[in-house]
C-alpha cells in the first residue's frame, strides 16, 4: 500500500522552462511534506519543505505548493536549469513518529 | 561541517554469504537512520536509532539483518545470509533530532548474486 505517490517515473523539460513534479498521498495524517533530490551515486539532499498549515513554501527557484483536501502537493523550478537534472523524491511524515514515507521518484531531465 | 560517510561504496557477494555497511554520521547528530532503496523505489526505513538505543526496527528483516550503534556515533548494519532481493542501495542519514531535516550519505551499492 503506497502512502506517496509519484506517478511520473521520468519528466523532460527544455531549459529555462518551468518545471512542475507532482505527488499524491493517501494518508489524511501526514501533515510535514518534504522534497529531495539524488544525483547518481549519491545520497538525496534535503530541497525544500512544507507544513500541512501552510499552502505554499517558496525558496528561490523552488516552489512548493500543498493541496490538503485532494492530497497532492507539487514542486515547481523557474527557471529550469541543466544541474536541476536529477531524480526528486517526495516524502511525508505526521507527527506521531516523524518518520518519513517515501515516492518513488521522478527523473527531471532538463533539456538545452 | 564533514558529511555523513559510508563504507564500502560497492561491495558484490553472493547468496547466503554475509555482509557488514558502516556508517558515521555528521558530529552531533543524535539520531541515525539506515534505509534501504530497492531500484525504482523510494527509500524504505529499516532501522532508526536515537544514541545507541533503538526507535524502530519494525521493517527490519531480524532473521538476516542487524544494526547496532554502540556509543552512540557509529553505526553497523549486517545482513547474514544475504539473499538476491537484497541487492539494494544502503542508505545511512543522520539528523539533530528525529523531527529535523535527514541528511544522507552517499550510500552503499549491494549486488548478491
Known amino acids: 500500500d503506497q502512502q506517496v505517490k509519484q506517478n511520473s517515473p521520468s519528466l523532460s523539460v527544455q531549459e529555462g522552462r518551468i518545471s512542475i513534479l507532482n505527488c499524491d498521498y493517501t494518508n489524511s495524517m501526514f501533515d510535514y511534506f518534504l522534497w529531495y533530490k539524488k544525483y547518481p551515486a549519491e545520497g538525496p539532499t534535503f530541497l525544500i519543505s512544507i507544513s500541512s498549515i501552510k499552502d505554499k513554501n517558496e525558496d528561490g527557484r523552488f516552489t512548493v505548493f500543498l493541496n490538503k483536501s485532494a492530497k497532492h502537493l507539487s514542486l515547481h523550478i523557474v527557471p529550469s536549469q541543466p544541474g536541476d537534472s536529477a531524480v526528486y523524491f517526495c516524502?511525508?511524515?505526521?507527527?506521531?513518529?516523524?518518520?518519513?514515507?517515501w515516492g518513488a521518484g521522478t527523473k527531471l531531465i532538463i533539456k538545452p | 561541517e564533514a558529511g555523513v560517510a559510508q563504507s564500502p561504496r560497492y561491495k558484490i557477494i553472493e547468496k547466503r554469504q554475509s555482509v557488514a555497511f558502516w556508517c558515521n554520521p555528521i558530529s552531533g547528530h543524535a539520531t541515525l537512520y539506515w534505509y534501504q532503496q530497492i531500484l525504482g523505489q523510494g527509500p524504505k526505513l529499516l532501522i532508526q536509532f536515537q544514541n545507541n538505543g533503538v526507535v524502530d526496527d519494525s521493517q527490519l528483516p531480524k532473521d538476516r539483518f542487524s544494526a547496532e550503534r554502540l556509543k552512540g556515533v557509529d553505526s553497523t548494519l549486517k545482513i547474514q545470509p544475504a539473499k538476491l532481493e537484497d541487492s539494494a542501495v544502503y542508505l545511512c542519514?543522520?539528523?539533530?533530532?528525529?523531527?529535523?531535516?535527514?541528511?544522507f550519505g552517499p550510500g552503499t551499492r549491494l549486488l548478491v548474486l
Open positions: 542519514a543522520s539528523s539533530y533530532g528525529e523531527s529535523e531535516t535527514q541528511y
Open positions: 516524502a511525508a511524515s505526521d507527527d506521531s513518529n516523524y518518520q518519513l514515507i
